[in-house]
């Protein structure tokens, strides 16, 4: 299967949030009604986070200006990176990559620890407390390995999302960043072309990244002490085993002896082994 990367245009994106609506039908997300999704924030992003139930949203960062608000979209979820944090920091191998690049949980192996959820340097898993499981997208790959275009993309009006190959997705987020450039927004910039070894989501940020509300440079977090404790479990198993065996080589000539009981006295004696 080819490598293949889901792009998002942010300048073509309306935030009607089809895509939001498509990712929870497709993939049977419940969507609960809550008075905090009513309650004003200045903002009109809805719903405010990611859940356990909601792998995709359109995240809105206004700016106002003295002439009316630039508005900057942003899709928030899964990058699916090729240094997946998350799948580094697993402890059971619940992760894992698909061969398109897609990135997994694995529901029946997910011990609901949480360590993905604080590796990933983009907030994007979200543990599910009365099932202890972690969810997220997964590309959705009964989709996409069907040939089908993950539901979210196939439900764009504007083809801000568009799936396929990822060498082709990243050659049209290169002409349409020459484009914008053109158009006169200096600071659009292609991101997920080699953040963490390449992201199989790549973004058109036609005002730039920090617009967007994007980490430049993004870092790995707890994977690296995950990373730095798997050694360290390594060398603790060695020395309890060379502990025993020390136990055992100082104990060899050790006799125990034996004990009795009078209970008329009540004494205990040992008598010694010859
Ligand atoms: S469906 Fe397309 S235009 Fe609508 S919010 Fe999603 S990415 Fe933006
Ligand atoms: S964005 Fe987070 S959850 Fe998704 S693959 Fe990367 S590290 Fe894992
Ligand atoms: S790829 Fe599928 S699971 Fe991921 S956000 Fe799109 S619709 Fe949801």
């Not at 809550?34 to 960062?61: H, M």
């Not at 979209?73 to 998350?86: I, V």
């Not at 764009?156 to 190959?165: K, N």
Request: contains cysteine; hydrophobic residues 35%; charged residues 25%.
């Amino acid at each position: 299967m080819a490598e293949t990367a889901i792009m998002y245009d942010s300048s073509k994106c309306t935030a009607c949030k089809g895509c939001q609506v498509a990712c929870k039908q497709w993939n049977q997300l419940p969507s609960p009604l809550s008075s905090e999704l009513f309650e004003y924030t200045e903002s009109f992003q809805a719903p405010r986070d990611l859940g356990s139930n909601t792998w995709l949203i359109i995240n809105f960062s206004e700016e106002d200006k003295e002439i009316g608000i630039d508005w900057n979209f942003m899709r928030n979820s899964c990058f699916h990176c090729t240094d997946a944090a998350c799948e580094m920091a697993c402890p059971v191998g619940a992760i894992s990559h698909k061969d398109n690049g897609a990135v997994v949980i694995d529901q029946d192996k997910c011990i609901g620890c949480r360590y993905c959820v604080a590796s990933c340097p983009f907030d994007v898993p979200r543990w599910d407390e009365a099932k202890n499981k972690t969810f997220k997208c997964w590309q959705c790959f009964d989709r996409t390995s069907a040939g089908r275009a993950p539901a979210c993309v196939s439900t764009c009006p504007t083809d801000a999302l568009q799936f396929g190959d990822r060498a082709e997705m990243l050659g049209l987020a290169r002409e349409r960043v020459s484009e914008l450039k053109a158009a006169g927004f200096d600071k659009a910039e292609i991101y997920g072309e080699d953040e963490l070894g390449g992201l199989h989501t790549i973004v058109v940020a036609h005002r730039g990244l920090e617009a967007h509300g994007l980490i430049r440079d993004p870092k790995i977090g707890l994977t690296d002490f995950w990373q730095f404790l798997k050694p360290l479990g390594a060398i603790g198993a060695g020395a309890t085993v060379l502990g025993l065996g020390f136990s055992y080589f100082m104990a060899r000539d050790y006799d125990r002896g034996e004990y009795s009981y009078d209970e008329a006295t009540d004494t205990v004696s040992v008598k010694e082994v010859e």
